[in-house]
């Protein structure tokens, strides 16, 4: 297959001035008498990057998994496009929502081809009968999903590596290939649990390039990051969760030079330390930007 061209998923957006594609309204999670999470507010427009930020057991992920229906909210709505999705992952992967999860979940014994394609499985029609005799709809599908798999890989710097099986790539390659996965089931919103969890500089900085690309596609891309300067650099806007709750959502500056942040991470009592810890992260920021405007490299050059 000779498809390299990248896929066009809609016009490239330009945060939050797009069209309103998730609401997510006090959506509340408990567990017998533990509140998970406590009345979550969450707004995504076309072609946003936002970030999702807080300490473990912030309540992040199950966030995640009530936005994608893995769980049933306690409380709230989670509305896409405007109507309510039901608590069923199927259904909310055909409404256009897809994520990759913190721990890498690939088919380790297929290949990078067969990973893809699994997830493009969604958006085909043949059914059982026509399946198993391989009738001529199955072969049209099967070859446009094949088509569609390669497309994807190259999009995302694996079209090389089709061939391999997914346990023999390295690290920062499954992590990519789980996106392709993602992205195989044509969703308008991309949800991202640590997607440069375990990688090094260069493959988070390459990670950080993809998502760019994903969004000037016009997705909206909402992303769990532990690493701070990623998230910053990254982000059109950032929430912070503590104990379930917001703690404050903002622009990446607004939450960057919010001492409570600092504070929710370190635990420190009187927040001098705190201050003391975001001035040295500022610091280092603007030091990495100062040589980034030397190298001609800044990634927020990379912003609409």
């Known amino acids: 297959m000779t498809a390299t061209t990248e896929p066009t998923y809609g016009a490239p957006g330009d945060g939050t001035s797009g069209e309103l594609i998730l609401?997510?309204?006090?959506?509340?999670?408990?567990?017998?008498?533990?509140?998970?999470?406590?009345?979550?507010?969450?707004?995504?427009?076309?072609?946003?990057?936002?970030?999702?930020?807080g300490p473990n057991g912030a309540g992040k992920t199950t966030f995640f998994n009530c936005l994608t229906g893995m769980y049933r909210p306690t409380e709230g709505t989670?509305?896409?496009?405007?109507q309510v999705l039901p608590p069923k992952p199927g259904k909310v992967v055909r409404a256009g929502m897809a994520r990759t999860f913190q721990n890498i979940r690939l088919f380790g014994n297929m290949t990078a081809l067969e990973n893809v394609m699994?997830?493009?499985?969604?958006?085909?029609?043949?059914?059982?009968?026509?399946?198993?005799?391989r009738?001529?709809?199955?072969?049209?599908?099967?070859?446009?999903?094949?088509?569609?798999?390669?497309?994807?890989?190259?999009?995302?710097?694996?079209?090389?590596?089709?061939?391999?099986?997914?346990?023999?790539?390295?690290?920062?390659?499954?992590?990519?290939?789980?996106?392709?996965?993602?992205?195989?089931?044509?969703?308008?919103?991309?949800?991202?649990?640590?997607p440069t969890a375990g990688m090094n500089p260069l493959e988070t900085q390459q990670a950080m390039e993809l998502i760019f690309k994903i969004?000037?596609?016009?997705?909206?891309?909402?992303v769990i990051e532990h690493d701070m300067r990623f998230i910053f650099n990254l982000c059109d806007r950032v929430l912070c969760l503590v104990q379930g709750k917001t703690l404050i959502?903002?622009?990446?500056?607004?939450?960057?030079?919010?001492?409570?942040?600092?504070?929710?991470?370190?635990?420190?009592?009187?927040?001098?330390?705190?201050?003391?810890?975001?001035?040295?992260?500022?610091?280092e920021d603007e030091a990495d930007l100062r040589r980034d405007d030397e190298t001609g490299t800044d990634p927020r050059e990379q912003r609409p």
Do not use: W
Not at 30 to 52: C, K, N, T, Y
Not at 215 to 222: F, K, Y
Not at 261 to 277: P, R
């Open 135 to 194: 009738g001529p709809k199955f072969r049209r599908e099967e070859e446009e999903t094949r088509a569609r798999a390669q497309q994807l890989l190259e999009f995302v710097g694996l079209g090389r590596q089709a061939a391999h099986l997914a346990r023999n790539m390295s690290y920062g390659d499954q992590r990519r290939l789980e996106i392709a996965r993602a992205l195989a089931t044509d969703p308008k919103l991309l949800l991202l649990d640590e």
């Open 249 to 283: 959502e903002g622009t990446p500056e607004q939450v960057q030079s919010d001492p409570r942040v600092i504070e929710a991470y370190i635990g420190t009592g009187d927040g001098t330390e705190d201050d003391e810890e975001m001035d040295e992260i500022v610091r």
């Open 78 to 82: 989670v509305r896409f496009e405007g």
């Open 215 to 222: 969004r000037d596609q016009g997705l909206a891309v909402v």
């Open 23 to 53: 609401d997510a309204s006090g959506v509340v999670m408990r567990f017998g008498g533990l509140v998970a999470v406590g009345g979550v507010d969450l707004q995504v427009h076309q072609g946003e990057i936002v970030g999702l930020i």
């Open 118 to 133: 699994v997830g493009r499985y969604c958006r085909t029609s043949s059914g059982a009968l026509t399946s198993i005799l």
